[in-house]
């Protein structure tokens, strides 16, 4: 067996980093008895508050880091919330009302998953977000909620001949539901446009693939267990996942984003945008494969509003290019798991732990 050949780029593009991932789905290349491993070079840094990795396989990817930093450079002055000069931020200000391209794609493919939840998921959802102490801002200690949801609503804003429309000035958009899967698919466009055929991106655990991993293999993607504690992306594992050539994975939970309150009770991230408060459900977990990342972003966190019911109701009519895995408690507390048709097919190693 050659000697690995890899080379490695650190590219740094956040003055300030936060660790903002729900859940966390890590690349992986299994050591053991496999192929020799073909010449790689791995882009690693900072955006949006959280970690990208970057694979390609092949020689000559080099002088691609300019342009990935360039692009991420591009994305965070467009969809962050953190940077206060982006263009969100001066949307959300009604400093302006031109959007760009990449702020009109995301809104416009989060309005296809809204109403197929019936509002469910809605990216009209930060002033909630924000009430609640997760968007960058502390915590109300009671919001009131009775003025606060008439700002909600996907159906309130719409985007018209480049310029974005509110029923309210005062409504604000929150895009990281789709922000960082549309990352990827964005790098992974870049990659591809400049002659790269084998690749994985993940900008914080959302991920985008194409080909075979440097082993001629599919690409080979960790999802964390959902439980308390399990801080660490990778730790714990809850199942391995082989992918296709050509696909977005995305993984949503709420075991690492919550706090408890002043009664005790457990506030998670998942707003529910028709009651305004937090989503109590059973359902711990959800990984979406999709064709992109972006879609499998919006639908990971549309599931885990809807919840586990209402999620395994909704996934036959979605058609077979979506792959669900579902993770729940039952009444005893158990870990229970639903797999779609589709995804039996994509997993192989189930409970996997480390």
Known sequence: MRLRREKRHRIMNDKKIRNLAAAAACALLLSGCRPAESPKTVFDGFTQGTTFHIVVKGEGADSLAPKIERAFTEIDNSLSLYNDSSLLCRLNANLTDSVDTHIAYCIEQAAVVSRLSDGMYDVTVKPLTQAWGFAGKGQVAHPDLDSLLPLVGYDKIAVE???????DPRMQIDLNSVAQGYTADLIGRLLEENGVTDYLVEVGGEIMCRGTNPRGE?????????????????????????LEGGNGLVTSGN?????????????????????????????????VIAPTSTQADALGTMFMSLGLEASLALIPSLGEEIKVLLVY??????????????MEACIIDMDKRR
Request: overall charge positive; aromatic content about 8%.
């Open 329 to 342: 408690a039952d009444e005893q507390g158990d870990f229970r798991s639903y797999l779609s048709p589709g």
């Open 255 to 287: 075991y690492r984003k919550f706090y408890t309150d002043d009664q005790g009770r457990k506030v998670a991230h998942t707003i529910n945008p028709k009651t305004g408060m937090s989503s109590v459900s059973n359902l711990l977990m959800a990984t």
């Open 218 to 242: 599919r690409w080979v993607v960790g999802i964390d267990r959902p439980e308390e504690g399990n801080n660490t992306p990778g730790e714990q594992l809850q199942c391995l996942i082989a």
């Open 161 to 167: 001949n480049g310029r974005l429309r509110k029923a």
